[in-house]
Structure formats: C-alpha cells, structure tokens
T-cell receptor, first 118, second 113 residues
C-alpha cells in the first residue's frame, strides 16, 4: 500500500524566502509528526498532530516555523524567512493511533524533504 | 530529562556480528525502538522491545535491554553489505501523554568485505 509521501523531495531556497513542505500520511492514520534531521545529529521532534486535538508544538525552534493539518490528513510545514541553519532533512511520519494505543502503533516515515538554504 | 545516546560509527567485516549500543535516560519509557535509515530514505522500523522484557529475537536481530542501566543494544548476526545504514535508537517516554519518540543521533554501520 501507499506509504507516507512527502514533497518536494529536494528544495533549494534563498535565505529570507518562505518555504512550504507537504506531507501526505498513510490513509487512516490519525497521528502525524514532523521531525528535523540535521547532519550528524539525531531526529529533532518538531510538532505532533493527533486527530482533532490541539497539536503539540513544543519542538518548533522558533516562531518562523508553523504547521497545519487540514481535514485530519495532509499536513504542511511552513518556514518563514528561512535561515541557513534551517538547512536539514525534514521528515514526516504517521501512525495509526496515539494516546493509550500509541505503543502498538509504530511510526511510518516518509523519505523526507531535503531543504538547502543558500 | 530526555536524551538518547549512541556511538556514531561502527565498522564490521561481512559475516561478522554487529552490536550497536544505546543509552537512554527516561526510566518511564515503556517501549524502545530500533529504526534503520538507508541513504536517501526515511526511517524504517526494525524492531521494538517492551520494557518488561530483557531480550527479543527476530531472525538475525537480537535486542537486549538492561533497564537498570538504561542500556539497549541491537545485535545483527551474519552482517551483510545490505545492512549498511544508519541505525537509530529511540525511546517513548510516558511523560507528556502523547506519542513522541526521542531519537539518538544514529550509528552509521559500514560493512566491508
């Protein structure tokens, strides 16, 4: 079946420009996550959506970062006024459930969007 | 606090066993995970272990958990060139009440003939 789809796969942008990264989760998955992977570092949690609950935005590094999830499905991560330190691979993941069922619902990752800010 | 640590690099000869180690800090973590990332791809769940287990075996993979020392290891038997990848250890703390995995920096496994 279809996995988590992210677009674009690569994005090069000039410093100061805004970018939008898209994630299509697996159909039926209620939980959606964004992580950032910088060179030589682990995955940094950014934001988590679960159903209709308010998202957990605790990992967003600055107010230049925002994300939304429309209709409980597709999500868009927006970075305003990009900086060179925003260069990284942005990974989206989804899982079937959150809350008390979360342990039996492993995360399925997309292939990521590689963002390069010049 | 939340922190997962791994060594960054491991080199093994094809056919040997690989052991990747990980330490975590949150004792509330009920499940611990190993993910594999091949070049240009996302992370793929390899295996996970429940905290009341000491060991889990799945074909060539063996996971050992020392909950007292908060130490997790992944052993790959008969390592093949296709096993070359980055391996991430992750914990899921109970605190916060939601599904947030905390990842280590990843161990790059290089398999040479």
């Amino acid at each position: 079946g279809a996995g988590v789809s992210q677009s674009p796969s690569n994005k090069v942008t000039e410093k100061g420009k805004d970018v939008e990264l898209r994630c299509d989760p697996i159909s039926g998955h209620t939980a959606l996550y964004w992580y950032r992977q910088s060179l030589g570092q682990g995955l940094e949690f950014l934001i988590y959506f679960q159903g209709n609950s308010a998202p957990d935005k605790s990992g967003l590094p600055s107010d230049r970062f925002s994300a939304e999830r429309t209709g409980g499905s597709v999500s868009t991560l927006t970075i305003q006024r990009t900086q060179q330190e925003d260069s990284a691979v942005y990974l989206c993941a989804s899982s079937l459930a959150g809350g008390v069922s979360r342990y039996n619902s492993p995360l399925h990752f997309g292939n990521g969007t590689r963002l390069t800010v010049t | 606090g939340e922190d997962v640590e791994q060594s960054l690099f491991l080199s093994v000869r094809e056919g040997d066993s690989s052991v990747i180690n990980c330490t975590y800090t949150d004792s509330s973590s009920t499940y611990l995970y190993w993910y594999k990332q091949e070049p240009g791809a996302g992370l793929q769940l390899l295996t996970y272990i429940f905290s009341n287990m000491d060991m889990k075996q799945d074909q060539r993979l063996t996971v050992l958990l020392n909950k007292k020392d908060k130490h997790l290891s992944l052993r790959i038997a008969d390592t093949q060139t296709g096993d070359s990848a980055i391996y991430f250890c992750a914990e899921m703390p109970l605190s916060g009440g939601y599904n947030k995995l905390i990842f280590g920096a990843g161990t790059r496994l290089a398999v040479h003939p």
